[in-house]
Nanobody, 116 residues
Framework: QVQLVESGGALVQPGGSLRLSCAAS????????MAWYRQAPGKERELVAR????????NYADSVKGRFTISRDNAGATVYLQMNSLKPEDTAVYYC?????????WGQGTQVTVSS
């Protein structure tokens, strides 16, 4: 069955860094675009970053441009989100998402808390 398992979430101080990972299984990973979304308490889920199936194209929310980097390893079926210069407003549950036309899979989420 399809599985997306996120890891790497933690409590970090403002200005710190984290690297999230999402391990995929149960589908042909290299055929899917991958994305990271986040949802803060009381807010809607929002797109953070997206990467094309081959990794040649990426796009980011304006709020994270220049601070976050999405990457993928198709051989290892894993997508990453490197987060630098973290701010308190980055606090949210971060979700991994696989997308191919109308086929969409979600992970269970990992908590990122940015606080001193």
């Amino acid at each position: 069955q399809v599985q997306l398992v996120e890891s790497g979430g933690a409590l970090v101080q403002p200005g710190g860094s984290l690297r999230l990972s999402c391990a995929a299984s149960g589908f042909t990973f290299s055929n899917y675009a991958m994305a990271w979304y986040r949802q803060a308490p009381g807010k809607e889920r929002e797109l953070v970053a997206r990467i094309s199936s081959a990794g040649g194209s990426t796009n980011y929310a304006d709020s994270v441009k220049g601070r976050f980097t999405i990457s993928r390893d198709n051989a290892g079926a894993t997508v990453y989100l490197q987060m630098n210069s973290l701010k308190p407003e980055d606090t949210a549950v971060y979700y991994c998402c696989a997308q191919k036309w109308t086929s969409v899979y979600w992970g269970q989420g990992t908590q990122v808390t940015v606080s001193s």
